[in-house]
Nanobody, 123 residues
Framework: QVQVVETGGGLVQAGGSLRLSCVVS????????MGWFRQAPGKEREFVAT????????YYLNSVKGRFGISRDNAKNTLYLQMNSLKPEDTAVYFC????????????????WGQGTQVTVSS
């Protein structure tokens, strides 16, 4: 059974940084594309960034390009999201996704989801 656990969320002031981590166990991490999604209160879950399984090609939501960086360490079964220059509108629960669609779609899908980690950016 695949387990997905995110850590690293928290409260930060606007302009600050956070790094999220996602550890996947029970599956072959290197065989999965991976991604980060987020859901703000009262809003639908949305695509943030995805990364391919082997080449490490990344895709980003336009509003986070240049501020967020997705990466993976296949030896550690871990996915990361480095978030810099955070804005209040980045406030959301961030979810790690195993084998998601690589590009944004109206209804994000993935093979497995984590439980989410809260990111709150104060102004």
């Amino acid at each position: 059974q695949v387990q997905v656990v995110e850590t690293g969320g928290g409260l930060v002031q606007a302009g600050g940084s956070l790094r999220l981590s996602c550890v996947v166990s029970g599956g072959t991490f290197s065989e999965y594309a991976m991604g980060w999604f987020r859901q703000a209160p009262g809003k639908e879950r949305e695509f943030v960034a995805t990364i391919t399984r082997s080449t490490g090609v990344a895709y980003y939501l336009n509003s986070v390009k240049g501020r967020f960086g997705i990466s993976r360490d296949n030896a550690k079964n871990t996915l990361y999201l480095q978030m810099n220059s955070l804005k209040p509108e980045d406030t959301a629960v961030y979810f790690c996704a195993v084998d998601p669609e690589l590009l944004p779609s109206p209804e994000p899908t993935a093979k497995y989801w984590g439980q989410g980690t809260q990111v709150t950016v104060s102004s």
